[in-house]
């Protein structure tokens, strides 16, 4: 009962610490890059303006992921970047299962100097708003 008797004489106190943590906490999430729609990516990837990095383990990318997504997974960005280097002027937008892990690899990339962006809601929302996935890598052209 105590605490609800500190709480009721310091109100002010709590919601200036409940105002500063939702600030802290927003600051770091957009610090792994700002969300972006389904609709918003699909519309830089058409014209040409971003790359879409799927951070999910390689099995989860091969089950089905967006076509034209590279598969970089979030454990190895650090060590992978270079895989992405010929995009550096594009905004790069990350994608995961559901959010979890695009952040922290957009910290990385932010870091390195990369304009980030994370696919709100992952891969989930993504299927979920029944958006195209593909299967497998991207066949490799053939050299006759």
């Known amino acids: 009962m105590d605490i609800f008797i500190?709480?009721?004489e310091q109100w002010l106190l709590i919601s200036l610490l409940l105002v500063l943590i939702y600030i802290f906490a927003l600051t770091e999430r957009?610090?792994?890059g700002k969300p972006m729609?389904?609709?918003?990516?699909?519309?830089?990837?058409?014209?040409?303006?971003a790359v879409l990095v799927d951070v999910r383990a390689n099995a989860d990318y091969q089950a089905g992921h967006v076509h034209g997504a590279i598969n970089i997974p979030h454990t190895k960005i650090a060590t992978r970047l270079s895989e992405i280097e010929k995009h550096r002027e594009k905004v790069i937008v990350l994608a995961d299962q559901m959010g979890q892990h695009?952040?922290?690899?957009?910290?990385?990339?932010t870091k390195q100097g990369y304009t980030v962006r994370r696919l709100s809601g992952g891969m989930s929302e993504w299927q979920q708003q029944n958006m195209p996935v593909v299967q497998g890598k991207k066949a490799s052209p053939k050299k006759s």
């Open 102 to 109: 695009a952040g922290g690899a957009g910290k990385e990339m």
């Open 30 to 32: 957009t610090k792994g």
């Open 37 to 49: 729609t389904c609709s918003q990516l699909v519309s830089l990837m058409n014209s040409d303006q």
């Open 6 to 8: 500190f709480a009721s």
